[in-house]
């Protein structure tokens, strides 16, 4: 198992950037794909980005798409999301987490992160 722990978050002007972090510990992290999800207060946790197990693959959601950057750092252990052009509807607490396989579903992600609040005012 591998435990997670994100960071970066904060505030934010729209149009600004931040880069979050997530840093994972335990044995095997190659063995993960990795993903980053969002809640906003009332909503559910939706799925913003995924990376593969060698960083080769990513995939993204529609409404990040060409905005967000995730990229991983096996040597490291570190997962990052680059968000660029921000705006106030991406304003959530941020999570990371691990999976076995490769969804977009949360429900298929065995390992979370506590979560960062990204706040982007107008």
């Known amino acids: 198992q591998v435990q997670l722990a994100e960071s970066g978050g904060g505030l934010v002007q729209a149009g600004g950037s931040l880069r979050l972090s997530c840093a994972a510990s335990?044995?095997?992290?190659?063995?993960?794909?990795m993903g980053w999800f969002r809640q906003a207060p009332g909503n559910e946790r939706e799925f913003v980005a995924g990376i593969s197990r060698s960083g080769l693959n990513k995939v993204y959601a529609d409404s990040v798409k060409n905005r967000f950057t995730i990229s991983r750092d096996n040597a490291k252990n570190m997962v990052y999301l680059q968000m660029n052009s921000l705006k106030p509807d991406d304003t959530a607490v941020y999570y990371c987490?691990?999976?076995?396989?490769?969804?977009?579903?949360?429900?298929?992600?065995?390992?979370w992160g506590q979560g960062t609040q990204v706040t982007v005012s107008s």
């Open positions: 987490a691990s999976t076995t396989g490769w969804s977009r579903q949360s429900a298929t992600y065995d390992t």
């Open positions: 335990g044995r095997a992290f190659t063995n993960y794909a």
